[in-house]
Nanobody
Framework: QVQLVESGGGLVQAGGSLRLSCAASGRSFRGSAMGWFRQAPGKEREFVSTINWSGGSTRYADSVKGRVTISRDNAKNTLYLQMNSLKPEDTAVYYC?????????????????WGQGTQVTVAS
């Protein structure tokens, strides 16, 4: 089992920045590829970004590419998502997820563990 706890969400003005964190406990964090997903009201959960076990491989959704950076600190069992130039359309609940594989994946169905989510609201 892996427990994931997100933090860092909040209310920010358009153009602002937020840094989300995801603290992992339980199964080896180092052996898990990780991902960030988001879900806006009335919409499906969508992929944001993913990172492999070492941090050497990342992938981003086109909607956030160039504005968002995913990273991880395996010594601290923590995943991060730095979000800059935020837009109102980035408003959503952001979820951290872990998978029992080493490689990246943009498919939510390939993830085994999920956090409870953290709300990000971007005001125009």
């Amino acid at each position: 089992q892996v427990q994931l706890v997100e933090s860092g969400g909040g209310l920010v003005q358009a153009g602002g920045s937020l840094r989300l964190s995801c603290a992992a406990s339980g199964r080896s964090f180092r052996g898990s590829a990780m991902g960030w997903f988001r879900q806006a009201p009335g919409k499906e959960r969508e992929f944001v970004s993913t990172i492999n076990w070492s941090g050497g491989s990342t992938r981003y959704a086109d909607s956030v590419k160039g504005r968002v950076t995913i990273s991880r600190d395996n010594a601290k069992n923590t995943l991060y998502l730095q979000m800059n130039s935020l837009k109102p359309e980035d408003t959503a609940v952001y979820y951290c997820a872990a998978r029992n594989e080493l490689d990246v994946s943009s498919s939510s169905g390939s993830y085994d563990y999920w956090g409870q989510g953290t709300q990000v609201t971007v005001a125009s």
